[in-house]
C-alpha cells in the first residue's frame, strides 16, 4: 500500500542568484585598441601550387610531332610562295630589261646575288645537319662498344672523338694526354673514361654554365615581369639559346633548322623519360615546400620554370655529348638550380 503524498513546502528565503554576465569583459575588449599584436590570427590559406605553364606549354609544343596532312599543307604552301615569288622576279626582271637596259641588268645582277646567297645560306645548314648527324654516329658507335666491350671498336670511336676537336686550339693539351694514355686502357670502359676525364670534361663545365644562366634569367624574368607572356616568351628564346650553345660546345654548331631539330629531339627526349613531371621531389626540394609560392606565386613559377630549363639542358647535353656518360656521372639538374638561383629567391629558411 503507498504512502499518501503531503503538501510539499518551498523555500522561498534564498533566491536563485542572478547569472554573471560577460558584458564588463566584452567592454574591456571593445576598449582595448586592435594592435597587431592582440588582432586575431589569420587562418592559413593554401596557396596554390606552380605548376610551371610556361616550360610545360613550351615543351609538349616542341615536342609535337605534326601529321602528314600538316606537314603536306606546310610544304605546298611553302613551294607555292616559292614559285610565286620567283615567277614574279622573273617578270619584274625581264620588264624592267625590255624598258630600260641598264636598270634591268643591275636587277638582274642583283637577283643573281640573292641567289648565290640564298645557296650559301642552304649550304651552310646542310653542313649543320651533317655535324649533328656525325655527332649522333659517333655517340651510336660508342654505346654499341660499351655494350660489347668491344676494346677495338672503343678505340676507333675515341680516334673519332679526338678528330672532331682537332680544330679546337684550347682542347690540343687534353688530346695529346688521350693519346699518350692509349696503353693505359685494357677495355672499352676505361678508354671512355680517359675521354671523359681528359676532354670532354671542360667541355661539360661549359656547358653546365650554359644550362644555369639560361635556369636563372627565365626564373627571373618569370618572377619578376607580370605579363602573361612574358614568361612563355623569355622561356622559348632561353631555351633555344641554350641548346644552340651547348651543342656548339660539343662540337654540333648548328643552324636554323639544325637547331629546331635538335629542340625538337630534346622535348621529345624530356617527355618520353617523363622529365617535364612538376610534382616530383626534385621541384619539392627546389621549391622549400611551397614557402616561396606563400611569398608570391610569381616566385614560385620562377622556380618552378628555371628547374624545368635546367632538365631541358640536361637533357641536351645528354644528345649533344658525342659520348654517354660512363665514368663521370650525368650533371645534377638540383645542384645546377641551386647554383643559378642562389640569391634571386628567399630561401625556405628565412
Not at 576598449?31 to 590559406?45: F, S
Not at 649550304?123 to 676494346?151: H, Q
Not at 677495338?152 to 670511336?157: D, G, I, S
Not at 678508354?191 to 650554359?210: H, I, S, T, W, Y
Amino acid at each position: 500500500m503507498s504512502k499518501a503524498k503531503g503538501p510539499v513546502l518551498f523555500d522561498l528565503d534564498e533566491k536563485p542568484k542572478p547569472k554573471s554576465r560577460a558584458k564588463p569583459k566584452v567592454k574591456e575588449v571593445a576598449d582595448t585598441p586592435l594592435t597587431p599584436a592582440t588582432a586575431p590570427v589569420v587562418p592559413d590559406m593554401e596557396a596554390p601550387t606552380p605548376t610551371g605553364q610556361a616550360m610545360q606549354t613550351l615543351t609538349n609544343l616542341a615536342a609535337r610531332r605534326p601529321s602528314r596532312l600538316t606537314r603536306f599543307f606546310w610544304s605546298m604552301l611553302v613551294a607555292l610562295l616559292g614559285f610565286m615569288a620567283s615567277v614574279a622576279a622573273w617578270n619584274f626582271v625581264a620588264g624592267l630589261v625590255a624598258s630600260n637596259p641598264i636598270l634591268g641588268y643591275v636587277a638582274l645582277g642583283l637577283t643573281a646575288l640573292f641567289c648565290l646567297a640564298l645557296l650559301l645560306v642552304a649550304g651552310r645548314e646542310w653542313l649543320a645537319l651533317v655535324r649533328l648527324k656525325r655527332i649522333d654516329g659517333v655517340r651510336m658507335e660508342a654505346e654499341a662498344a660499351l655494350a660489347t666491350s668491344n676494346l677495338k671498336a672503343a678505340r676507333r670511336t675515341r680516334d673519332r672523338i679526338v678528330a672532331l676537336y682537332k680544330a679546337r686550339p684550347e682542347l690540343d693539351a687534353a688530346r695529346a694526354e688521350v693519346m699518350r694514355r692509349d696503353g693505359d686502357s685494357f677495355d672499352a670502359d676505361a678508354v671512355f673514361g680517359v675521354v671523359e676525364n681528359q676532354l670532354l670534361a671542360p667541355l661539360d663545365e661549359a656547358a653546365k654554365r650554359e644550362v644555369e644562366s639560361a635556369a636563372r634569367q627565365v626564373a627571373t624574368v618569370t618572377a619578376i615581369v607580370p605579363l602573361a607572356l612574358a614568361d612563355l616568351i623569355t622561356a622559348l628564346t632561353a631555351n633555344l639559346r641554350m641548346i644552340r650553345r651547348i651543342a656548339e660546345i660539343y662540337g654540333g654548331r648548328s643552324g636554323t633548322l639544325g637547331n629546331w631539330r635538335l629542340t625538337r629531339a630534346v622535348m621529345t627526349h624530356l617527355v618520353a623519360t617523363g622529365a617535364v613531371a612538376v610534382g616530383d621531389d626534385l621541384i619539392g626540394s627546389i621549391a622549400g615546400g611551397g614557402v616561396l609560392s606563400r611569398i608570391s606565386r610569381r616566385f614560385g613559377e620562377g622556380v618552378i620554370n628555371g628547374a624545368l630549363t635546367a632538365r631541358v639542358g640536361v637533357a641536351a647535353i645528354e644528345v649533344c655529348r658525342p659520348l654517354p656518360f660512363v665514368a663521370e656521372h650525368k650533371p645534377s639538374v638540383t645542384n645546377m638550380v641551386k647554383r643559378a638561383l642562389t640569391g634571386l629567391f628567399p630561401s625556405a629558411k628565412e
